[in-house]
């Protein structure tokens, strides 16, 4: 499969410029903008009628880019299937008074074509409806089966546009999906589109599987499998399905997680009941222990360059969170709350820690910067666990599990504001986001 | 398979003839002279008390068994929450099952600890597999030979309880003795 997308600026069209210099003076204004760590207040309405062209595909990839914006929570898609100006061609220029009259601010418009060699073309614009100024005129050409990814890549751009920060819908996830009762889980591997679209189980329930995580080049996963005889953490090409595990150990393994160059994973080795944190070089096979306290040290998270590692460990009485050099040196406590803390992960853009916490009898997704300061509880419920980042390090997806064991996936913004359950309904935990796709 | 042949084949008369007892007492009357007897008693009472002796059958399981270990010596020790110290409740149990290996020598078997949901899924299996140690060192040092032990940890995969109290939670806190080879 051809992943592959072309991605080029539009020039500016001619009938553009000569019907904008025919327009009255526009009445000056701030250009729009969403200021996404004040997280939204109001999300900005935007208005993403069906793109021209193509039969059916331009209203499937208006809806996905309405799906993506939507989910986000920082933008309010707006019903404009009866606005008059139908926008048939993407290079005349939109009849603003009527976009206006929705309340839209932003108008995202465009045209699909499929050439008689199946190459899937998608010219858009984003505009400013009150400036009148055009924010964004691009052009995606594809695969005619890749139209759901140029989509996203659409979505990204207008996410970054507005928001100044990168977007996170050209991406996957790689989750467990959880069948049968509290009493007899069935647990898959499974990957699906942020979005929830494409689901795809990897393994077939026949035994335990839990906390998937991608490499930093999003081809690699790591995960871990529980069978009676032991556990095994494992490493798979997606492309290839070529699979082989960090090796042999007297006991159990588990916790893995790929350093950010794709070239390590750090794990947990229990040994006798006490278990330590290892690296390994995946090109040399040779497996480094960076622990040594008889207490839990699990779940380890690399900075973005490499050079630290936070964990979390009990050696304090309960579980809080320490960080250290990647080669064990160094270590030092960064959480000092009340409560355990537990699966610390770093952002990829290095300035917070996320983890789960526990106080009392609640559990709570929360952020804090990496010397363990400014510390902010995002959610609350009977159980939230498991955060992973989304790309943009704005975003993250956890499971939310009530008494009655039903995990689902849940998003959130890192001010908290922004709560809501991610598009794949089924029962579901353990997610890990993947980078960008390229 | 002799036995069996005959058996089937009594069952099937029998069968056969609760058919025709059916078909008779379904079939219309038939038209001819309505005859006037009345119907005699049964010469025997459709129901007698049972005869025999009275001293009653007891069940057991065989010893060195896993129905045995599991019935008459408890697989599971519980544990308090964050915590892998065995509690002084647990140690009959946990000296009952190295008694019962002792005696036992070919059996071996899996240590598997088990933590509640109230913990994260990686912290719970490190709980897990201290909790399985700890049972391990028990055993151990009541004379079971390590050799014949391993431990694993399913962290909250398998709990025994699918409540969401306190009652719930301390059932799923526990170290399950589970027989792997060697029981008879």
Redesign the interface.
């Known amino acids: 499969m051809n992943l592959k997308i072309l991605f080029s600026s539009l020039a500016t069209a001619a009938v553009l410029a000569v019907s904008t210099v025919a327009l009255a003076p526009s009445i000056a204004r701030a250009q729009i903008e969403v200021d996404i760590d004040k997280g939204a207040v109001k999300p900005l309405p935007v208005a993403i009628p069906a793109f021209s062209g193509a039969g059916g595909r331009g209203a499937d990839i208006a809806q996905v880019i309405t799906g993506n914006l939507e989910r986000s929570g920082l933008f309010q898609p707006l019903n404009v299937a009866n606005v008059a100006d139908k926008l048939t061609d993407v290079n005349v220029q939109p009849r603003f008074p009527d976009w206006q009259a929705t309340g839209a601010q932003a108008l995202i418009n465009g045209q699909v074509t499929v050439g008689a060699d199946g190459v899937l073309r998608v010219d858009f614009r984003l505009w400013d409806t009150f400036s009148q100024q055009q924010l964004l005129g691009l052009q995606f050409t594809s695969t005619a089966e890749n139209w759901r990814r140029v989509a996203h890549k659409i979505s990204d751009a207008v996410y970054e546009r507005l928001t100044g920060e990168k977007g996170y819908f050209d991406t996957r996830v790689v989750f467990v999906a959880e069948s049968g009762t509290k009493l007899n889980r069935i647990k898959k591997l499974a990957i699906m589109d942020q979005d929830g679209a494409n689901p795809q189980y990897l393994t077939d329930g026949s035994y335990i599987v839990m906390t998937p995580r991608f490499s930093a080049t999003s081809q690699e996963i790591t995960f871990m499998a529980l069978r009676p005889t032991g556990s095994t953490i494992y490493l798979q090409n997606l492309e290839t399905a070529r699979t082989e595990t960090v090796g042999k150990f007297p006991g159990m393994v588990f916790a893995p997680r790929f350093s950010p160059d794709g070239r390590k994973v750090a794990f947990s080795v229990e040994k006798g009941g006490n278990s330590d944190i290892y690296v390994l070089d995946l090109r040399t096979r040779q497996s480094t222990r960076i622990t040594t306290d008889p207490s839990i040290d699990t779940s380890p998270s690399f900075s973005p360059d490499g050079s630290k590692i936070v964990f979390n460990s009990d050696r304090g009485g309960q579980a809080q969170l320490y960080v250290m050099n990647a080669d064990g040196s160094g270590v030092r406590r960064i959480s000092y709350g009340g409560g355990r803390y537990t699966t610390p992960v770093w952002s990829p853009r290095g300035d917070f820690i996320a983890f789960t916490k526990q106080t009392g009898g609640e559990f709570h997704i929360g952020v804090m910067k990496t010397d363990g300061g400014d510390e902010r509880l995002l959610t609350t419920s009977y159980l939230d666990e498991g955060p992973t980042w989304a790309p943009n390090g704005r975003v993250l997806m956890f499971f939310r599990e009530g008494p009655a064991g039903v995990p689902k996936l849940w998003t959130v913004d890192i001010t908290g504001r922004i709560l809501r359950p991610a598009a794949y309904q089924g029962a579901a935990s353990d997610p890990a986001w993947s980078p960008l796709l390229d | 398979m002799s036995f069996d042949t005959q058996r089937v084949a009594r069952l099937a008369m029998i069968g056969l003839a609760a058919a025709s007892l059916a078909a008779c007492a379904s079939r219309p009357k038939p038209q001819g002279p309505v005859a006037t007897t009345t119907p005699s008693q049964p010469s025997t009472p459709p129901y007698s008390q049972p005869t025999g002796p009275n001293s009653p059958v007891n069940t057991g399981v065989l010893p060195g068994t896993v129905q045995d270990f599991v019935i008459n010596i408890g697989e599971r020790i519980y544990f308090d929450t964050?915590s892998?110290e065995v509690r002084s409740d647990a140690q009959p149990t946990l000296g009952a099952q190295a008694q019962w290996l002792n005696r036992y020598p070919a059996v071996r078997v899996?240590i598997e600890g088990n933590a509640d949901?109230?913990?994260?899924?990686?912290?719970n299996?490190?709980?897990g597999?201290?909790r399985?140690?700890?049972v391990?060192e028990f055993l151990v040092s009541q004379g079971v030979s390590g050799a014949r032990i391993e431990?694993?940890?399913?962290g909250k995969?398998k709990?025994?309880?699918?409540g969401?109290g306190d009652d719930s939670w301390a059932k799923n806190r526990n170290a399950r003795t589970a027989i792997t080879d060697g029981a008879r």
């Open positions: 964050d892998y899996r949901e109230r913990g994260t899924r990686e912290y299996l490190a709980l597999a201290r399985a140690n700890a391990r431990t694993l940890s399913y995969e709990p025994i309880d699918g969401s």
